[in-house]
Nanobody, 124 residues
């Protein structure tokens, strides 16, 4: 059974930090590269960050570079997103996603599985 369960979303002031977690079933985590995507209010879901199966080659959307860090613990099947210097425009529902294919990690339709999402709200 495929499971992706996000946690860690909260209301935080601008400039603050949060760490999102995504617990995944072993069957999918071990065979997938992983990503974080977000959906801002009134917007379509979009790419935030991606990491390979081995945890190498993290990639980020330009707007979060230097502030967010994606990582994975392959022993515990957990994906993380460390978010620092948060801005109001980071307010969104954040989704953990798993991708079994080799290409196209920026496209939302490249991901085979999504979690239910966790809400992040950044206030002024």
């Amino acid at each position: 059974q495929v499971q992706l369960v996000e946690s860690g979303g909260a209301l935080v002031q601008a400039g603050g930090s949060l760490r999102l977690s995504c617990e995944a079933s072993e069957t999918i985590f071990s065979t997938s590269s992983m990503g974080w995507l977000r959906q801002r209010p009134g917007k379509e879901r979009s790419f935030v960050a991606h990491v390979s199966k081995t945890g190498r080659n993290p990639t980020y959307v330009e707007s979060v570079k230097g502030r967010f860090t994606i990582s994975r613990d392959n022993a515990r099947n957990i994906l993380y997103l460390e978010m620092n210097s948060l801005k109001p425009e980071d307010t969104a529902t954040y989704y953990c996603a798993a991708k079994t294919g080799a290409f196209g990690f920026v496209r939302t339709d490249a991901y085979d599985y999504y979690g239910q999402g966790t809400q992040v709200m950044v206030s002024l």
